[in-house]
């Protein structure tokens, strides 16, 4: 038997071809530490399971929880002027956008959608801030008004999901067009006698926060959600000054009348399901009303035939019969 054979080379095999564990299966939560699995992760809304802390989730992912059954119609959005600026700084401004495309699968930062919630028809839109930090450029301006139309033509509430760094420094002044224009889109659904219900992710900062994101008819935010113009660190540099513990934080901002609620991203389409019906003066909805996929897809004739035709006996009665023939035959 030739020992370096069979012993060391398997064994130098063995070191150097080991299987490599994937780096996306945990995920670690910012807030307590905690190495959450990404199944449990995604099953719990990007929610931790520990702490309770809300992580950013993709507006596809939002949609997929808050529509009836995950179904919903994406809203056409116009596209704009890609560079309008010939904006260059490290990267060239197209470059920038292909790769937002790339690691996000999304065309911008911003989809609007239409479908059902609790059997309730709207439009809604969500910002997405893995896309460039969810920045506010001439597309998402498109795609507010783009929602807006929509749901004048089809007269549903329009609920705005809102998550951004602010405006998007690349189109400059054009970005900044933006805060007029969304409030016009957000005047159309009031002249329609139309509700309008944002709703506060973190971070909501910058131009965002100046324009549509506070003019809602009614205002919720998820735990913890950083909302504010400008950052507590440029503040505190700027009045020279410590700021309160939880200060522009949406806990704090309910607490001083800037929010209307504060509800938890579980609880989230219940809540909106409930303000959104009361707006329209529609009756409540009725809990468990829609069936899951699961029962739509049973073929429940086919079961009740079977059932008529060869009616099976029961499992209490099947027990006593045959402990009784036993006994005749002792």
Not at 127 to 150: K, P
Request: charged share 25%; hydrophobic share 40%.
């Amino acid at each position: 038997m030739n020992w370096i054979s069979n012993y060391v080379r398997p064994k130098i095999n063995s070191l150097f071809s080991r299987r490599e564990v994937p780096e996306n299966l945990w995920t670690k939560c910012p807030e307590c530490g905690t190495m959450l699995f990404h199944r449990e992760l995604a099953e719990n809304l990007n929610v931790c399971t520990n702490c309770g802390h809300h992580m950013q989730l993709v507006p596809r992912d939002r949609f997929l929880s808050l529509f009836d059954n995950g179904i919903f119609v994406e809203v056409e959005v116009p596209a704009p002027v890609v560079d309008p600026l010939q904006f260059r700084d490290q990267k060239k401004y197209p470059e920038r956008l292909k790769t937002a495309q790339k690691s996000t699968g999304e065309s911008e930062a911003m989809l609007v959608a239409e479908g059902e919630i609790g059997r309730t028809p709207i439009v809604a839109a969500a910002q997405d801030f893995t896309f460039m930090g969810g920045s506010m450029g001439i597309y998402v301006g498109n795609a507010i008004i783009a929602a807006a139309e929509r749901a004048v033509e089809l007269k549903r509430p329009l609920i705005l999901f809102s998550a951004a760094g602010g405006a998007r420094m690349q189109e400059g002044i054009l970005s900044l067009m933006q805060m007029p224009r969304t409030t016009v889109a957000v005047e159309m659904l009031r002249d329609a006698g139309l509700p309008y219900i944002v709703v506060l992710t973190h971070p909501t900062t910058g131009g965002v926060t100046a324009s549509y994101a506070m003019l809602g008819d009614v205002h919720i935010a998820e735990p913890n959600a950083l909302i504010c113009f400008a950052g507590p660190r440029v503040i505190e540099q700027t009045i020279r000054e410590s700021l309160p513990e939880g200060f522009q934080r949406a806990e704090y901002l309910l607490d001083h009348g800037m929010l209307d609620r504060v509800t938890h991203r579980g609880d989230m389409k219940e809540e909106l399901v409930t303000i959104t019906r009361m707006l329209l003066g529609l009756p409540p909805a009725v809990k468990g009303d829609l069936p899951p996929p699961e029962t739509v897809a049973e073929p429940a004739p086919a079961k009740a035939s079977k059932t008529a035709s060869q009616p099976e006996p029961e499992p209490a009665k099947a027990a006593p019969a045959k402990k009784t023939r036993r006994r005749r035959k002792a």
